[in-house]
Structure formats: C-alpha cells, structure tokens
C-alpha cells in the first residue's frame, strides 16, 4: 500500500460561511473522567469533529494510531451522509453536508499521485468511506482505492481484459469489498464493444484475504453502458443503466450472472441513475431511479420523477417487469428553476441516506438537494470551491477507519484500520 506520512492528515476545511457552534467544557469535570471514558465519548464524534479536535493536545492525537479506539469510532461515530464532488485534475473533493437546513460546503485534499509520477487516474466510484479511482490510459486497467482521511492508497491487480472507459462499481464492507469493472471491452486497437464484466472479491475470511479477479461475467446483448452513471448496490447485486433503448442490468454477484428489468417511463426517460436509496448501518439500502420524464403529451407534464425497485430483483429478463413504484416528483416551481439551470445539458445525481443531490452539467450550476424522509427540495448554497465540467457527484462518509482497504495489503493487519504510518 501507498500512503503518506501519518502527520500530513488532512482537515475538513469548512467554507467561510458556514457557522459553527462552540460549547465550554468545564476542565473540572473533563480532567476528573476515566481515560477509557473520555476515549468512549471521542469515539462517539463525527470524524470532521474528531479531526479537528486531534490537535488540542498529544493523548489525542495518539488515538489515530489505537486500533480500540478505532473499532470504537468505526462503531459508534454518527452516520455522515456527505456528498463529494469529484474534478479529475482538482487535488481535492468539495464535499456537501445536506443535513442542515441550509447545507453546507467543506473541502478536503485528494491522496492521488502527482499526474508527473505516472499514468493519470478519474474518479469512479465511492462506498464506506473509500473512493475507487480508475487509470485513463486503455489497456489493461488499474482500479486504486484510498482514504482521503487518512490518505492511505491501495492497487488492487491489474483488470484482466483490456478496456477503453468502463463502468465501475464498489461495494465496501468492514472486512470486505467487492468491485466490478463493466463494459468497454478492447476488442481490437481500434474497437470496443460491451461484451464482458471482472469482479474483484476481497474477504478478511476467504483465501486469500488479499482477493481475486472472479471469473468474468457476460453483459446482457445489446448493453450500452454509460461510465459517468456508475452503478448502484443492494441486496448483493449492482444496477447500472443501459441505453438505447434504456434498461437495467443487474450483477448477482454470487451468481456472477447479468440480467435486464425494464424501467418505467423507458421510452421518455432523459438522463436517468441509479441510486442507493436509504440504508445506513440500521436499514438496507434501497435501489432508486432517479430521471427527467419528457413526454408530449399534456396530461404527463415535464418532470423529474424518483421512483423504487420494490422488493428488489428476482431475475428480470429483458423486457419484463420490474416492480418499480413512484415516490416523489419534483413540485413544478422547482423544476422550472431546476430545467432553466439544467438547460438540456443532463444532470449528475447521488443519494445517500434519505438525501437525494441533483447537480446540473456544466460550470457554477446550482445543485438540489432532496430529502426523500420530509418529501422536501431545497437548494444548496453556491460552493465556495468553483469545479468545472467532468465533475462527478459520489456518496461519501469520512470515515477514520476503513479496514477493507487493508486486505490489500497482505503485511498490514485488518485491525489497523487502514493506519498503516
């Protein structure tokens, strides 16, 4: 594994307009506490929280490097349901938190390699506090998983068939992760057609611990796969669209099998993702399509509808019903703002929790944010940290501790939690 000295981690760089709330601690209380007491409560703050707190004194920051308190924090911290915004040439995330009433904007640094050290990497995909970066170059892929908080960077294999922009998808666990690499297949210098998918399986219980490329996996026929939709995960399985017609495909994984359910609306959709709608560490996520709906005829106005694969998949084939069911549409007044940003150009869309992001294409769009729990839309304020076109909208916890990462690494144990210094 690549990483950087333990004493460069990073800070959540809050923007200058976001407030801030500051309570007196009563040194005659704290100083009184048992030791294990005070680890128990900073086990229990939010990593941004913590992160700022590790500089008031050396017994805290010593704690980055206790596997205990790490497992406490991994445990007990607050879910953070934050969205990154990804630039490939930026060297940071700008990150949204939508659970305030006016969401708010930080920044934090990216651990990539200098694009002067090697080949070039794009984000692609996001899960339980890690990001997956994908190499540019065609060819036989480099897929690196990192850790912006802890900056620790992780290769996993070369991907065994050569493609040109493939469709990535990450499902991370505590002690494992799954990642699937899709479409794009090279099949000459200058051809590439969606034939094929690789998984790569990584289980702190299986051998070897480090992982595999399972076999590869046969796309549905007739797939048109999208590498900036990504790929939504629930219930063992990845969704991911296809186009022209639209359709979603879906990865058993334990199968290693692919098959298609057809989406509602599919001839007047524009613009449509999957995303992973609710979840958490009490409820199991649900797969969601979010799309514009464009249709001529008057009784069906111009919308942006999201709508839930009921009771998950049991193997659609092509053509065939999925249960999927409507659960909220963008109030007309919002979407005249919404269309008027958008301007045709398409959207990037995330979800995380019971939040839903919108962020028009192109450059200083505004972004929407939903709240799939209250059926309320509101607008994020402008982000003080200007990205460009290109960008990608991940959902995104930091998190201290991402033990999945060190299964990468056969000589860094599991129990460190990714804080190899």
Known sequence: ?????????PRLLPSSSSSSETAEMDPRVW????QPLVDRVLACLPTPSFLRLRAA????YSLLYSSPFLHSHLLLSPHLPFFAFAVPSAGHLSLLDPTRQAPSWSRLPLPLPAPGAGQAFSPAAASAGLLAFLSDA???????LANPITRLLAPLPLCPNARLSPTVGLAAGPTSFIAVVAGDDLVSPFAVKNISADTFVADAASVPPSGFWAPSSLLPRL???????GMAFASGRFY??????????VFDVAANDWSKVQPPMRRFLRSPALVELGGGREREARVALVAAVEKSRLSVPRSVRVWTLRGGHHGGVAGGGGAWTEVARMPPDVHAQFAAAEAGRGFECAAHGDFVVLAPRGPASPVLVFDSRHDEWRWAPPCPYPYVGGFRVFAYEPRLATPAIGLLDATAPAALHGMQG
């Open 1 to 9: 594994m690549m990483h950087q000295p333990p004493h460069h981690l």
């Open 31 to 34: 100083r009184r506490l048992p």
């Open 57 to 60: 004194c050396r017994r805290f």
């Open 138 to 144: 065609s060819g036989h892929k480099t897929l690196l």
């Open 223 to 229: 797939s048109s796969l999208d590498p900036r939709a």
């Open 240 to 249: 991911c669209m296809s186009s022209s017609p639209f359709a979603v495909l």
